[in-house]
């Protein structure tokens, strides 16, 4: 099933502590119903040392539920809900239901596949 909100996306959180606050998807997980957005969400973690890690508190982002952010559509420049459909090579693609401009994927780099 295609997901509405996928890593590399510009999203604004809508609710919760952070509201208001804008960011780019980093991590998508879609069986957990959660996004981690870069920059949003910073707890404090207290980490046991490891092999590799120093022990200490450790600031990091924590996930956000996907039912608190919206996308960002980058033609209306406001925060949107997202349909499917499909193009004219009936391949599916997302668009904007504010502005029904169609939101392409971000480019993906070789390691986050």
Do not use: W
């Not at 609710?15 to 997980?29: E, I, L, P, Y």
């Not at 039912?67 to 090579?89: H, I, K, W, Y």
């Amino acid at each position: 099933m295609a997901e509405k909100i996928v890593s590399g996306d510009e999203v604004l959180v809508v609710s919760g502590k952070n509201k208001g606050q804008r960011g780019r998807v980093r991590t998508n997980m879609p069986k957990k119903d959660r996004v981690v957005i870069e920059g949003v969400n910073i707890v404090r973690r207290h980490l046991k040392q490891g092999r590799a890690r120093q022990a200490g508190i450790v600031e990091i982002e924590a996930p956000l539920h996907v039912s608190n952010v919206m996308l960002f559509c980058a033609s209306c420049e406001s925060p949107t809900r997202v349909g499917f459909r499909e193009d004219a090579a009936g391949k599916k693609e997302r668009y904007c239901k504010k502005c029904d401009a169609s939101i392409p994927s971000p480019q993906r780099t070789r390691n986050e596949r």
